[in-house]
């Protein structure tokens, strides 16, 4: 008989915290105190949602959170129960990754390349993603999609990410509000030359991601690179930069998991960022790049979800969500003179974007093929990310400094020596390992490089990393 178990809880929604997070915190609670045990039952979503009066899908979103972070799983056709073995208490999965460690498998020939941090297409909804583009060619209406679509992309679809943004990131956004793009790197490039003009100053994060960096310079504005730390971007910094210059137009940040150091803002220097832009008229161009692949105990919502903050540009992708060659990006603003201009030009340069695909992903999130793969990639990066970091303190701690990232696909790596870059990069390479030089990060001296691990087996992780930890012993 399943043990009965009553949610003894009320809602506050004055709270900053989203409702499906004060719902997995409650279980949590009473996990933690004792009084749910490992194996019993929780209500079913339905019955909770009645319970609490809210909408069915806020608490199947708790569940997800509780799924993630370990707490309950899922047993098909059965129930949610509370897990035998409680995120804290992993020993299982220590032993086995010592066994591995022990038995590195060492393999020859092919270059192992440490991009940016892409995922790994292997576990992409390939199947999925194909069998609903061929599905789309089967409906009746087919031939309305077969004319020009909207510039900012097909409605329904939009209507679908706002949905996605505003439940998920705690955004306040509508499908008027978003533009649909190929790939992330084509907002910037849109939301620059709309946004931007010769003489305008950009404030970036140094290091940083210089595709973005480009996009702005080809607009004609200038970059002003401040440096980062522990906390992210140094608001300190930002502060002297505009009283010393009137044309700062916008500020590029990447607050959730800084691209390539991997920190995120902390909270006072959100605000702070957010009453500075207010004060001066700047448009805070936020990249999401990765939002999708959180592990830790929270996800972290974005700067574009306070209702404080009067102009900014939210950017994001479905390319590491669904498949990294599926070129789907987006960006959200609520400045509809900025809106426009970007619908303008994108008429200029692509009319419209791929309706069919659109349509395709539409097809895969209302089924739940979407939320499904995220689940299932979490849970595979998350074991992966713990792998390499058994890797990293047994060939690298007394080598170099490094952290255990509580999401994305990626450490930052940083010697405790400064070493000859050009030297360390060709000698990996001589040992078919290819790693990004720190100089693609900024245009000064950073010693540290980003070491992703979503489309690297462990095989090549395990003998990769004993290769690196040797040619920094060698330029130590």
């Known amino acids: 008989m399943l043990r009965p178990w009553k949610l003894e809880f009320e809602i506050d929604k004055k709270l900053d915290k989203a409702v499906y997070l004060q719902i997995a915190d409650t279980i949590i609670a009473d996990i933690r105190s004792g009084r749910l045990k490992p194996s019993d039952t929780l209500p079913g979503s ?14 199947v979103e708790a569940y997800q959170v509780l799924m993630n972070e370990e707490w309950v799983i899922s047993k098909e056709r059965k129930g949610i129960f509370v897990s035998d073995q409680l995120p804290a208490l992993h020993e299982n999965r220590t032993e086995r990754l010592s066994d591995a460690l022990d038995h590195p498998v060492i393999t020859h020939g092919a270059i192992v390349n440490f991009d940016d941090g892409h995922p790994d297409s292997k576990i992409a909804p390939v199947t999925e993603l194909a069998r609903a583009y061929r599905q789309i060619f089967g409906i009746k209406a087919k031939w309305q999609m077969m004319g020009y679509g909207d510039e900012h992309g097909d409605i329904e679809f939009r209507k679908m990410i706002s949905q996605m943004l505003n439940h998920q990131r705690g955004m306040q956004i509508n499908e008027q509000e978003i533009s649909i793009t190929r790939g992330s790197q084509m907002a910037m490039f849109l939301t ?9 100053y950009v404030i970036v994060e140094d290091p940083g991601y210089q595709p973005a960096w480009q996009a702005f310079e080809y607009s004609g504005a200038q970059l002003l690179p401040v440096s980062v730390d522990e906390e992210g971007i140094n608001v300190q910094a930002i502060e002297k930069l505009l009283s010393q210059h009137k044309n700062i137009k916008a500020i590029y940040i990447t607050p959730h998991r800084q691209y390539p150091t991997m920190v995120t803002l902390s909270l006072s220097r959100r605000l702070r960022l957010i009453e500075l832009a207010n004060q ?4 805070i161009i936020e990249d999401d790049y990765d939002n999708e692949f959180h592990f830790g105990y929270r996800p972290i919502l974005p700067l574009s979800s306070f209702p404080e903050l009067n102009y900014y540009v939210y950017v994001g992708t479905l390319s590491k969500v669904v498949a990294p060659a599926l070129r789907i990006g987006y960006l959200a603003t609520k400045n509809q003179d900025l809106l426009q201009k970007i619908g303008s030009l994108r008429k200029i340069i692509d009319v419209h974007g791929d309706v069919i695909m659109e349509q395709a ?3 895969l999130i209302k089924e739940g093929a979407v939320k499904k793969h995220i689940r299932k990639a979490t849970a595979h990066y998350k074991s992966k990310r713990d792998f390499v970091y058994n890797l990293l303190n047994k060939y690298m701690k007394d080598l170099a400094h490094f952290t255990l990232p509580e999401g994305g696909l990626a450490f930052w790596i940083v010697p405790k020596t400064i070493l000859d870059w050009d030297k360390a990069t060709s000698l990996l390479l001589e040992k078919n390992i290819k790693i990004i030089h720190p100089k693609q990060y900024s245009r000064n001296h950073v010693n540290g490089f980003r070491l992703s691990y979503g489309s690297v087996s462990e095989e090549q992780l395990e003998q990769s990393i ?10 130590s």
């Not at 620059?192 to 305008?200: C, E, K, N, P, R």
């Not at 001066?280 to 448009?283: G, L, P």
């Not at 004993?466 to 330029?475: D, K, R």
């Open 466 to 475: 004993q290769i690196i930890a040797e040619v920094f012993t060698q330029l």
């Open 192 to 200: 620059a030359q709309s946004l931007l003009t010769s003489g305008d």
């Open 280 to 283: 001066h008229h700047i448009t």
């Open 46 to 59: 339905r019955n909770l949602a009645t319970m609490l009066k809210i909408n069915r899908n806020t608490v």
């Open 361 to 363: 992903v539409l097809q």
